[in-house]
């Protein structure tokens, strides 16, 4: 019988070749633009190098202090974070490092742009770098101020074309630092991971940041595991209660809190104010159906035409036995053919848009790629949107009278 | 005729609602992606009200927040770092700003004036700015030496500010409170046509210039200087860059100097605007690539399917003429169904509180040109499949009979 | 073989009530050929149409075979025509995309039988019409008549007892339409029996029986 299926679908595939054009362009847009979106989400949410610990982090990035005439929103400074932070229960590893900031470079007449980050040695042990040569930043370095540095894959292009610079030296925002590692480059998703210069938190010019509530730090806790984030999180918004406020902003501020967040919470904090991801992730859902809406009922309504083209050849086959259902199955089996091809076009389709951002470097450094989770997602949604699309043409086939439908097939 | 057209779409109703879905969906799409292009396309048309060629911005960057700090002699360093980039022989004017054009931040200042609030973007600037921008006022005078006798503080506001505050009157020589606990009164000593600091893209505001007066040395009153702006000679090579930075770290080593041209931030900031509206641009455009392809087939389909129908008109009299604008016509009694309809969940859509900055002309353009949009796709999605009925032969329908 | 007893079928739309079909008695015996004669629109595709099970009748009793029909459930109906009844329409109703032999081939997919054999009876069917030197061609590349003879072959493949034709010849030219009820009388001669719609008189007198239906109702 499933032979049988498929052999009349092919064949009628083939015989309509510009209801199939029309169907196979709306899927495999449609996937295209789905499994593009797929491919950049989880190129956010996945834990890939060097945020392999991604599922144990939390990260400190919010902070708010109020007082009866003003509030100040920001990233929390290095001296609320070496307070609170540290010496957390069930935290193995805690880094403390500044948010990037941009460092002007000038090489032969040529200026060169690149964000710089500066990073504790701890640091280096929670994200887990591709190290094309040397190695990272050590305590040492960060105790004893040396100015040292590592940069990424592209950075080294620029600075020192086709050769190592491990030794050499560079000068960004007018300090100069040795090179002591090159690392793959790093997306500019990866929210803690990405910059192009690393070099010790304590190379910082002005040394007034060590004392700052708000400023613009970020802190990362490593937890044995994410059962443990919960205590951790209120063991932390406890002490930041407690933090007893510097003596030249007591004037001014009285409140203070601060949040331990995991990435999904940082991003959902970060759009729409609200830690809580439940409604992020419905607005994407929202917007996934939303965009597929249009497709979806251009589908339904090319595949009732089809059905309609075709009413002849359902009313004899009905008058000749076949049930509604063997009928339904049939219509099925050609529909999921078409999705078949059609994902297979998306999915070229997919690979050639993510080749162009990719190219583009719209978002620095990222490196859309699909893989086996993305093509599992495609999958998903192949499957939903055929379903979309198939069921309610298929339902109104089964009802097709055998009577009208002969007589609405002629010709 | 008209009438018999809607008949015929309503006798047909169950094929027809789908196709109406579809061309509604399309509308509401065409729509949601027109209003954002011409929302910016209208807002580009507005005047700049200053010139960002050649000229660059130098921040400075004095790192932490430390309230103790000696505001009067980090005023004294700064001063010291803008005279020597005057000194430089490419640099043609120099000046003082708080918020540098094109750039992310903004600052609002609040008052109530006529027992209505204001809070109008400020923004902190020196004597020397209209120089360095370019800025042409309309009536008034820019800051000069003449403020220092003034005990009103002097401002220099845009149109739109003048328009909320004074309507029709000059604004220039009018006096105003600040309102609020510091009691500040204001003096507009000048008018300028508008200064969008935000680019071409962003939102007109309402603006207010303030007086940043760097040989005072009232520390409650001084602002100290975080950013300044140079125009350069035209052709000043990016070299010029390396040297500044050099001359500022000499003068201070723990500051960081951050120097870039106006244009290229101007395009960042362009850019980070128009990447989400092309990419949704491009995606409408398949879409409506698609609905165009599946509306034909659909169409197609259903006149094969009429055949007998439309033999029996063409057998009744109906020449090929009128079967070709019948066609047409239903389809077109679709459309408007479909556009109808859209438009009132169109309508709702600023009443809910949504897309509230697009101002009325916009939405009525938009509209205009989204309806013309899915009327010409719907015709031309209807010229081939009406072109077969109305090649259909008077014969087919006796011989189906 | 199928006895109607006081059918009766009435079509509702939301506003108006058309009665097709009054108090139809008839039976057809087994090795019968009954042509049903009438006017168009009087109801006689109607009747076919309730005899070949396609359609449900308002009230009444029908019994096919022997078998009173219990149900209008949709999978016992199709069941039914597959095994026990064979259509020819007027305008064949070939399924273009299909060649000769897969369209004869069609009421044996809905049977549980090994695609060999399928291809044998398809085969038979076919030399049984004369048309095994056209198996692979398709449809359109047909003559009316030869078409008709395929519809034929695929009416018979799966040997029902009853064949049900309407207007077979209606669309065929009269020596075309003579070879196709030639077909027809041959296979009542090998005891199949057969009910035909037609308002040809000629056609009509070479079946066995004539019934005529006037207005919905049995004339004689």
Request: aromatic share 10%; glycine share 6%.
């Amino acid at each position: 019988m499933l032979k049988n299926y498929i052999k009349i679908a092919f064949l009628v595939l083939m015989r309509r070749k510009i209801f199939t054009f029309i169907s196979l362009f709306a899927i495999s847009f449609t996937l295209t633009v789905l499994i593009v979106i797929s491919a950049m989400l989880d190129h956010m949410f996945a834990p890939v190098a060097p945020e392999v610990n991604m599922q144990r982090t939390l990260g400190i990035y919010f902070g708010e202090m109020k007082g009866p005439d003003s509030t100040w929103n920001g990233n929390p400074g290095y001296g609320l974070l070496d307070k609170c932070a540290r010496n957390l229960p069930n935290v193995e590893l805690i880094s403390i490092f500044m948010e990037n900031q941009t460092v002007n470079s000038y090489l032969r007449g040529q200026k060169i742009v690149s964000s710089l980050k500066r990073t504790d040695g701890e640091y280096w042990k929670i994200l887990k770098f591709n190290f094309l040569e040397g190695s990272p930043i050590t305590n040492e370095d960060e105790e004893k101020a040396n100015f040292v540095a590592v940069i990424n894959k592209s950075t080294r292009e620029k600075f020192f074309p086709n050769e190592s610079a491990i030794g050499k030296y560079i000068e960004a925002d007018s300090q100069n630092f040795r090179v002591i590692g090159v690392v793959e480059d790093v997306s500019q998703f990866c929210n803690s991971a990405h910059s192009e210069i690393w070099v010790p938190l304590s190379t910082n010019k002005d040394q007034g940041y060590r004392r700052e509530v708000l400023g613009r730090c970020v802190g990362l806790l490593l937890a044995k595991s994410p059962d443990d984030f919960p205590s951790i999180k209120t063991e932390f918004a406890q002490r930041v209660n407690n933090f007893e406020f510097p003596a030249e902003l007591k004037n001014e501020y009285n409140k203070i809190t601060c949040f331990a967040d995991t990435s999904l919470e940082i991003i959902s904090r970060q759009a729409l104010g609200d830690p809580n991801p439940t409604k992020l992730i419905l607005i994407l859902i929202g917007l996934m159906v939303l965009f597929m809406l249009l497709p979806a009922v251009n589908l339904i309504n090319i595949n009732i035409s089809r059905i309609l083209e075709r009413a002849s050849e359902i009313g004899v086959r009905k008058a000749f036995g076949a049930s509604s259902w063997v009928l339904v199955g049939q219509f099925i089996v050609e529909n999921l053919i078409l999705t078949l091809i059609g994902s297979i076009l998306g999915f070229i389709g997919s690979i050639v848009v993510l080749l162009i951002i990719n190219q583009s470097n719209i978002i620095q450094y990222a490196n859309f790629q699909l893989n086996y989770r993305v093509f599992f997602y495609g999958v998903l949604t192949t499957i939903f949107f055929s379903f979309l699309s198939g069921v309610y043409p298929a339902w109104q086939m089964s009802k097709l009278n055998p009577i009208e439908a002969l007589r609405g097939g002629i010709r | 005729m008209i009438k018999q057209l809607f008949k015929i779409v309503w006798n047909r109703k169950k094929a027809n609602f789908l196709i109406m879905m579809e061309v509604l969906i399309s509308f509401l799409v065409v729509f949601l992606v027109m209003v954002s292009s011409i929302y910016f396309t209208d807002i580009y048309m507005y005047p700049l009200g200053y010139s960002y060629k050649d000229v660059w911005a130098v921040q400075i960057d004095t790192g932490a927040y430390n309230p103790e700090a000696d505001k009067l002699k980090e005023q004294e360093i700064a001063k010291k770092i803008m005279q020597a980039a005057k000194d430089f022989p490419e640099v043609e004017a120099l000046a003082g700003i708080n918020v540098i054009p094109f750039d992310n931040n903004e600052w609002r200042t609040g008052f109530e004036f006529a027992g209505k609030s204001y809070s109008p973007a400020i923004n902190y600037v020196t004597d020397e700015l209209p120089e360095v921008l370019d800025i042409k006022l309309l009536e008034g005078r820019w800051f000069n030496k003449e403020d220092d006798a003034i005990s009103e503080t002097p401002v220099v506001i845009n149109q739109a500010l003048s328009r909320e505050l004074y309507g029709s009157e000059s604004a220039v020589g009018k006096v105003f409170e600040s309102g609020l606990k510091s009691k500040k009164v204001y003096k507009v000593v000048g008018l300028v046509s508008d200064f969008r600091d935000d680019g071409e893209l962003a939102e007109l505001k309402s603006y207010m210039f303030q007086r940043n007066n760097l040989s005072s040395t009232d520390t409650e009153k001084m602002l100290l200087v975080d950013h300044f702006i140079i125009k350069l000679r035209p052709g000043t090579p990016a070299a010029l860059e390396e040297k500044l930075v050099k001359t500022f770290t000499s003068i201070a080593k723990d500051w960081s100097f951050n120097i870039e041209a106006l244009e290229d931030i101007r395009y960042k900031r362009m850019k980070s605007t128009l990447t989400p509206i092309l990419t949704a641009s491009i995606v409408a455009v398949f879409l409506m690539i698609m609905v165009a392809l599946g509306l034909s087939g659909v169409l197609w389909q259903s006149v094969t399917q009429r055949i007998k129908e439309i033999g029996l008109r063409r057998a009744k009299g109906a020449t090929q003429g009128k079967i070709y604008y019948q066609i047409l016509g239903e389809l077109l009694v679709i459309t408007s169904i479909a556009l109808f309809v859209g438009t009132i969940i169109v309508i709702q859509i600023p009443l809910l509180g949504f897309l509230n900055f697009v101002s009325i002309k916009v939405y009525v353009i938009t509209l205009l040109i989204s309806w013309a949009i899915i009327a010409l796709l719907t015709v031309i999605c209807g010229l081939y499949p009406s072109s077969i009925a109305a090649n259909i032969p008077p014969a087919e329908a006796l011989h189906y009979e | 073989m199928i006895k109607l007893d006081n059918i009766e079928k009435v079509y509702r739309t939301s506003r108006v009530e058309t009665v097709a079909l009054m108090n139809i008695n008839l039976e057809v015996k087994e090795g019968e050929f009954i042509s049903i004669m009438g006017p168009s629109g009087c109801g006689k595709s109607t009747l076919l149409n309730l005899m070949g099970l396609l359609d449900a009748p308002t009230k009444g009793q029908l019994l096919i075979n022997g078998k009173e029909i219990t149900s209008y459930k949709d999978k016992y109906l199709a069941n039914l025509r597959n095994q026990e009844i064979g259509f020819i329409f007027q305008s064949f109703h070939l399924v273009n995309d299909l060649s000769v032999l897969d369209n004869v081939e069609i009421p044996l997919l809905y049977r549980k039988i090994s695609s060999s054999q399928r291809r044998q009876m398809a085969l038979k069917a076919l030399e049984h019409v004369g048309l095994t030197a056209r198996i692979y061609h398709f449809p359109s590349q047909l003559s009316g008549g030869q078409q008709q003879r395929v519809a034929i072959a695929r009416a018979i493949v799966g040997r029902p007892k009853i064949l049900l034709a309407d207007e077979p010849t209606g669309n065929l030219d009269s020596k075309m339409g003579e070879e196709v009820m030639n077909l027809l009388v041959g296979l009542n001669e090998e005891k199949t029996t057969i009910v035909m719609v037609t308002h040809d008189k000629r056609m009509a007198e070479r079946t066995k029986r004539i019934v005529r239906i006037f207005d919905g109702r049995q004339v004689g």
